[in-house]
């Protein structure tokens, strides 16, 4: 099987999928788009790899697939990163539905607009949006933090790809300003995540 990664490095999304990939020891090989640079929507981009414009793409032999938690869960089958239980498959689900839903449109789109587009550049919408955003996000991390409150990972009592769909972003939130020891269950899971043996940093 020949794997490659379209992305764009300092992505949460993208980083989840190296994240996985690296747990997995699956080799593959990385191909950079500049976002800001528009280059996820040429044509040639829109007609081959992806038709919605966007990174992380996954290809496989070939075939491609797009959306960060689609690519984790192609990944993540038959391996320890999903669950084997019924239920506990459904509740995964449920937590990188969330992750797609409340984090990822708040915190990650708070993230870009202040650490790659720069205040000064971002709209007036962008402008005006930005404190719902964190709002937003920070209501978020209160929801996870009461999750994790009792328990080591986000289901049932392993990681799995729940996990590191919620750790590509939420782990940033420092980069807007959002200090993760206001959520003390987020914080101690986000240093059992950091101190697993194969990790790797959004940076590597
Ligand atoms: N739901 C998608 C979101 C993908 C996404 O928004 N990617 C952003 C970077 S994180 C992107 O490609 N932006 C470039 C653009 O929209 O032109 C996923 O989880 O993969």
Redesign the pocket.
């Known amino acids: 099987m020949t794997i490659r990664l379209h992305e764009?490095a300092p992505?949460?999304?993208?980083y989840?999928l190296r994240l996985l990939m690296r747990f997995l020891e699956l080799p593959f090989e990385r191909i950079g788009?500049d976002?800001l640079k528009?280059e996820?929507?040429t044509p040639e981009f829109l007609a081959r790899v992806n038709a919605?414009?966007?990174?992380?793409?996954l290809e496989i032999d070939g075939q491609f697939l797009?959306?960060?938690?689609?690519?984790l869960y192609y990944l993540a089958q038959n391996t320890a990163y999903w669950p084997v239980d019924r239920f506990a498959q459904a509740q995964a689900l449920q937590w990188m539905f969330f992750e797609?839903y409340n984090v990822?449109p708040n915190l990650?789109t708070a993230r870009?607009w202040v650490r790659y587009v720069g205040v000064d550049a971002l709209s007036d919408l962008q402008r005006q949006q930005l404190p719902h955003k964190l709002e937003a996000g920070r209501a978020a991390l209160k929801v996870l933090d009461q999750h994790l409150s009792a328990r080591l990972w986000v289901v049932g009592d392993s990681l799995s790809i729940a996990d590191i769909a919620l750790y590509g972003y939420v782990h940033c939130a420092p980069d807007v300003g959002v200090d993760l020891n206001d959520y003390p269950a987020v914080a101690a899971w986000g240093g059992r995540f950091a101190a697993l043996p194969a990790y790797l940093p959004i940076s590597a």
């Open positions: 764009y992505s949460g999304n993208c989840k788009y976002i528009g996820t929507r919605n414009g966007r990174i992380p793409v797009p959306e960060s938690n689609a690519a797609q990822e990650a870009f």
